[in-house]
């Protein structure tokens, strides 16, 4: 036998198979970006029909995200005593369910999210601090609480000699809304320490479908009274149930949708099955 | 490089391409048109809804099931205390006579035409005294309700009989079917016009089999228990049963099954919650709580479930489909965790309460449920006719080869009088029997005498 031959015929019959596997994807991609567009044309149409007026260029980017993860995570917090002794130390007491204190300070709660504040004279954390070196002595202090910033939006600022870090959680480079740490320091120490915060647990993640955001725009326009223009369409995560505490939690993707007026409509972005 | 190695190379990259192309399209483009899946129109295939259908006629057992139209007990009566004989549902014959007297309660309850005589209580007693079974059951039902779960439409009945907890058939000489409402005195008699042969085979053969082998049983109306007795003026329901010596019962387990990821969804599935669309979180302590926009469920690591809904439905349930709406629950939820215990209906729905009570049967004998957050396995909650609540302490019961004896009928009464006349002038028995006490710790439990009394007078 010619194998020779046969390779050849053979590669003849690859490409062309290839090439037709190819053009196929490509001509569905196109078509994929024609129909999103005229979508987008359609939504922006309806829901000025409701007086809410979006820019074409926040739906079609939004339009893009097919999937996102839904997964687990841990809170820090295990529970409310042990946590307020991680923090302020000394001889703890609980003033009420929702607050503990001792001489180093005082950690109240609410759900999932906490306020600790040190008493006069006393640090959360002491270490001579500047803006230069606050996010690292924040990120080494945070570590050593059991507190997971890898993945995290970080923001520093400075203000009448007060330093604030801001650590604002991310998964999967989506945000998670509501949900962050802030640190405030002098050049002596941390002086209070607040917000909510959840490590990624080792429970298994699932892929959701997501919702065509035509119709998480329409899902808005039912929700929303009186016109508004939306200034910002993002995908991100939301703790249910905000002021409940939850021990762990299955964070599901959610649109946040803000208009000019810093409302805020969440929106589950997950397929309806 | 030569020629053919070239061709080689090319053509492992081109059968490469071709695997990560056709891959990419086969995953995310999908060969069929939107909107169309091929793996869900197999289940609109008509061959496989006839599959669905033998499935689900294999599967429609769920009334005998739950066992919610089983009585607890059946008394065979002989017309003598030393040869009467009493079975639970663990006992072999328990089943094949309680069919036959369906059957014969169905023909007496089927004919609209044959009359129902109010009787005296003295005439019941009777019946109870010569050859007839007596039929215990644990809840009280109405008529309506009895006559459809048997599957009948007796108006006749349903008209003047309010509610019963206790049935008798006599089937010598004539066979006579007997409805008791003993706390409201109301007795009726309905004359079967054909006989119960097979009825009466069945007990012939029960009775001879266990010749000799059990003790003496007297109804307390026998013993004139149902009158006033001793200092504490002690009564006893009349058809409490008074046995002449104890028997032994095997020893239960009561464990806690593991809710895994899988059983969790399918229970949501159960109460009709989509686990793919919920939020679902972990509470302090582990409870695990499912919320839907109408409905939330709860369940805690000690196997507490909990039920609410909030939204109303258009469809307005009636008495018989609440029951079968409990037990369907109750089922599933069993099902999934692969709990072979039956449940009995300990409660049918009233309006006072608007509560159903199921109860697990563990080794023949029902389990009382005392828990800080349950009296019963299950209670489910109605409203309007509508599901608002549902509420189980999932366990599963296995029996051991332990067994033990419970004290004697009449030491057991000795003791629940001294007991209950530290806070009562007055005592009332209305229910006494062998179960299992379960006060939701996990392990061993042996059977016990348990007590119900009617009223609680506090003594001075």
Known sequence: ?273 | MNKERIKNLLLVFLIAMNFILGSRILFERKLWPSGYNFFSNISNWEITSIYQNIKSFFDNDTIYKSRFLSPEKIVINTGDQTTRLSLDPADAEFNPILEEAYIVLQKALSDNTIPTNQISRGEFYSALNSSSVYLEYPAEYSADLFARLIGTNYEAMTKILNTFSDVAISYSPKTCVYFADIENDIFYKINVNKSSEELVMRLGECIESRQGNHPIINYSYDLKFDQPFGAQKTTLNPLIQVYSSAEEYPTIISKNPVLDKNILDNILKIFEMNPNTMSRYTQAGGTTVFVENNATLKIDKNGYLEYEKTASSPEVLDEYSMLTTVASIADGVNRTIKNENAMSISKTYSLQDGTIALDYIAGGLRVNLNSEKLSHAVEAKFENGQLKSYRQLIRSYETTANKTKPFEFLEALDIAISEYSKSMNEININKMYIGYNDDAELGEKNAEWIVNVDNVIIGE
């Open chain 1, 1 to 273: 036998m010619n194998w020779s031959k046969v390779k050849s015929i053979m590669i003849a019959f690859l490409i062309l198979v290839n090439l037709s596997l190819l053009s196929y994807i490509v001509f569905e991609e196109i078509s994929d970006n024609k129909r999103i567009s005229k979508m987008t044309d359609t939504t922006v149409s309806l829901l000025a029909t409701q007086d809410i007026k979006v820019d074409e260029k926040l739906v079609l980017d939004s339009a893009k995200k097919k999937t996102a993860n839904s997964l687990y995570v841990d809170n820090v917090i295990s529970d409310y005593k042990s946590f307020s002794n991680s923090i302020i130390g000394g001889e703890i007491t609980s003033v009420n369910a929702d607050k503990y204190k001792s001489e180093n300070g005082e950690v109240t709660f609410k759900g999932d999210y906490f306020s600790a504040v040190s008493s006069e004279g006393n640090f959360l954390y002491r270490e001579k601090i500047t803006k230069s070196n606050a996010l690292r002595i924040s990120e080494k202090y945070l570590d050593e609480l059991g507190f997971d910033t890898k993945n995290s939006e970080k923001n520093i600022t400075e203000e009448n000699n007060i330093i604030k870090v801001s650590f604002n959680k991310e998964i999967d480079n989506l945000p998670v809304f509501k949900t962050g740490v802030t640190l405030q320091m002098n050049e002596s120490g941390i002086i209070s320490f607040y917000g909510s915060w959840y490590n990624i647990s080792e429970q298994n993640s699932s892929i959701a479908e997501l919702k065509s955001i035509s119709g998480v725009l329409v899902e808005y326009m039912n929700k929303k009274s009186g016109a508004s223009i939306i200034s910002d369409i993002r995908l991100g995560y939301l703790v249910p149930e905000f002021g409940t505490f939850h021990e762990s939690v299955l964070l599901t993707p959610v649109w946040k949708i803000t208009d000019d007026n810093n409302d805020t409509v969440y929106i589950d972005a997950r397929e309806n099955n």
